[in-house]
C-alpha cells in the first residue's frame, strides 16, 4: 500500500521542526550549550518525541512551545530581545535565513531617516560583508538555525515593524513570522515568487512536488495573510497572483533602487572610439541545461546563445561570477560558458565581489547585460515572468554608472529602459545587430540619462514609500494571527 501523501500542515511542521544546523566546528558546542542547557528530563522527551520524530502535534507541541519560549529568558536570547524592544525610535526587526543585499540597501537609507533597525539571521552572512552589515543595523545577531527558536523569539517583540526576507523554497520562515507574531505587523518581502515562475509541473523540476506543494501553499498564505508584501513585479502582474491565491493583502513593487552607498562611477570615462565595446554581466551563472532540467527551464539559460550573438560582432564580455559559488566551467550548467571562452578570446568568467565593491569593478565596462535569447517555442515559465519581472540585476549596473543592453522581451523593464534612455532595447532576434546601435555618441548619451535616473529614483528618494509603508503598519497594527494552511 503506498504512503500516504503528506498534508501541507504535516509538510510545514517538518522543515520547523528540522534540527538546528552549524557552520563552524566552534558553532557546534555553542548551540548544543544552547539549546539544550537547563533541559529537564521530562522536557527533553516531549522535545525529542516531538522534534525528531516530526510530529507537532498536542502535548508534544505544547512542550516543545515551553521549552523554547523557556530558552529566550535566559542569555543570550534575553539580552537580545531587551535590545530589540528597546527604545521609542520607529525600528524595523529584518528577519532573514541569510541576509541577501536588498536589506543593505534599505536598512542603510532608513536609518538615514531616523530609524532603528536590527537584523537577526540564521546562517551566516555572506563572507566580506561584516563592514557593509555594521554599517547598515544598530545591531545584528546570528542565531542557531531553527524555526522553533525563531518563533519563540517573534513570540516576544514588541512595537516597529518586522521585514522578513521572503525566498523561494524557504516561503516557511516567512510563515513562521507571521504565525508566531500576533502583536507587531510584518511585511514579506519576496525575492522571487514561484507560481510567477511556473505551473506547479514546471516548477517540480526544479525540486520535489512535496516542496513545490509546500511552497505554493506558503506562498498562498503570505500574499493573503501578511500585513504587506513587497515585491519587484509591477501591480499589472498582481491579479495572476489573486486568481490564482483570492484575495491579496496590501502590496506595493519596491525595487533595489541605486544607492550613494553602493555607488561607484567611472571618472574620466572614455567611450570605446577606438577599442571594442567592453560589456558585462554580473550574476550566478549555475542554471544550465541538465538532464531532466530543459534549456526552456529559465530565461537565464538562454545567456550563452545570447553573448554568442554579441561576442561574433567583436563587443567583449566578461561574466562577474556570484562570489559565493564555485566556478567549475566543466560542471554541465557552466559548460556553455567553456565552450564559448576556447572559442571567442574576448570573452571571460571572473569571479565576482561583494555587493558594496561591485559597482566599482562594474564601472570599468561601457555596458551591462540584461539579455535573454528567446527560444522558437518560448520558455516553460509563465509569461508574466519575463515579461513583468526587473529583478536586481540592472540595478548595479547603474549604481556603475553604465548603460543597459537589454532584450525587448523583458517588456517592463525594456520600457522603463526606453522611457529613461537608460541604454539599447532590442529583440532577441535582432541581437546579431546590437554592435550598430552601440555608438560612443549613444553611450556617452545614455550615461548622461543613467546619472539622471539614478538621481530621481535613487534609494534616498524611494525609501520614503517604504517609510509610509511601515508607518501605515504600525499604525493599523498586526491584522491577526495568520490562517494556517489546509
Not at 498534508?7 to 517538518?14: K, P, S, T, V
Not at 512542550?63 to 529568558?73: C, K, N, P, S
Not at 536590527?118 to 552572512?125: A, D, G, I, M
Request: net charge neutral; proline share 9%.
Amino acid at each position: 500500500m503506498p504512503a500516504e501523501t503528506p498534508g501541507i500542515e504535516q509538510l510545514f511542521d517538518i522543515e520547523r521542526s528540522k534540527k538546528p544546523t552549524v557552520f563552524a566546528p566552534e558553532d557546534v558546542r555553542k548551540t548544543l550549550q544552547t539549546l539544550i542547557e537547563g533541559l529537564d528530563l521530562q522536557s527533553l522527551w516531549s522535545v525529542a518525541a516531538s522534534v525528531f520524530g516530526q510530529s507537532l502535534g498536542g502535548a508534544g507541541a505544547a512542550a516543545v512551545e515551553r521549552y523554547f519560549d523557556g530558552l529566550t529568558t535566559r542569555s543570550p536570547f534575553a539580552a537580545i530581545l531587551e535590545q530589540i524592544n528597546a527604545g521609542d525610535a520607529p525600528r524595523v526587526l529584518f528577519i532573514a535565513r541569510r541576509p541577501y543585499f536588498s536589506i543593505l540597501r534599505e536598512a542603510t537609507h532608513l536609518a538615514e531617516r531616523g530609524w532603528r533597525c536590527q537584523l537577526l539571521h540564521l546562517e551566516p552572512h555572506a563572507p566580506g560583508l561584516e563592514s557593509a552589515v555594521e554599517r547598515a543595523f544598530a545591531a545584528a545577531w546570528r542565531i542557531p538555525n531553527s524555526l522553533l527558536l525563531l518563533e519563540a523569539l517573534v513570540r516576544k517583540v514588541r512595537g516597529g515593524v518586522i521585514h522578513v526576507q521572503t525566498w523561494q523554497f524557504d516561503y516557511h520562515l516567512t510563515v513562521a513570522v507571521q504565525r508566531a507574531s500576533t502583536q507587531v505587523p510584518v511585511a514579506a518581502a519576496f525575492n522571487d515568487i514561484s507560481s510567477m515562475i511556473g505551473t506547479p509541473e514546471v516548477l517540480s523540476l526544479l525540486s520535489s512536488p512535496d516542496r513545490v506543494a509546500l511552497d505554493l501553499a506558503m506562498e498562498a498564505e503570505i500574499c493573503r495573510g501578511a500585513d504587506a508584501v513587497l515585491t519587484r513585479f509591477p501591480p499589472a502582474a498582481w491579479p495572476g497572483l489573486a486568481a490564482r491565491h483570492g484575495t491579496l493583502t496590501r502590496f506595493m513593487e519596491f525595487l533595489p533602487y541605486p544607492s550613494p552607498a553602493f555607488s561607484c562611477v567611472a571618472s574620466p570615462y572614455s567611450p570605446p572610439t577606438a577599442r571594442p565595446i567592453r560589456a558585462v554581466y554580473a550574476g550566478g551563472i549555475g542554471c544550465g541545461p541538465t538532464p531532466g532540467y530543459p534549456s526552456e527551464v529559465f530565461p537565464a539559460q538562454s545567456m550563452p546563445a545570447a553573448f554568442r550573438d554579441l561576442l561574433e560582432q567583436g563587443i567583449e564580455i566578461d561574466v562577474l561570477h556570484d562570489p559565493y559559488r564555485p566556478i567549475d566551467l566543466n560542471a554541465a550548467p557552466q559548460r556553455p560558458y567553456k565552450r564559448l571562452a576556447e572559442q571567442f578570446p574576448h570573452f571571460r568568467v571572473r569571479n565576482g565581489v561583494t555587493p558594496d565593491k561591485l559597482a566599482a569593478l562594474l564601472a570599468e565596462y561601457d555596458l551591462g547585460l540584461v539579455t535573454f535569447k528567446v527560444p522558437p517555442r518560448g520558455f516553460y515559465t509563465r509569461p508574466e515572468l519575463i515579461k513583468y519581472g526587473i529583478g536586481t540585476k540592472p540595478f548595479p549596473h547603474l549604481e556603475a554608472g553604465i548603460p543597459l543592453l537589454v532584450t525587448e522581451e523583458c517588456e517592463h523593464l525594456a520600457a522603463t529602459v526606453s522611457e529613461h534612455g537608460l541604454g539599447l532595447v532590442i529583440r532577441s532576434a535582432d541581437l546579431r545587430e546590437a554592435a550598430k546601435h552601440l555608438t560612443p555618441a549613444a553611450i556617452l548619451r545614455w550615461r548622461q540619462n543613467v546619472a539622471q535616473y539614478c538621481e530621481e529614483h535613487s534609494m534616498p528618494r524611494e525609501i520614503r514609500r517604504l517609510e509610509q509603508l511601515y508607518r501605515d503598519l504600525i499604525a493599523a497594527g498586526r491584522r491577526g494571527a495568520t490562517t494556517r494552511s489546509g
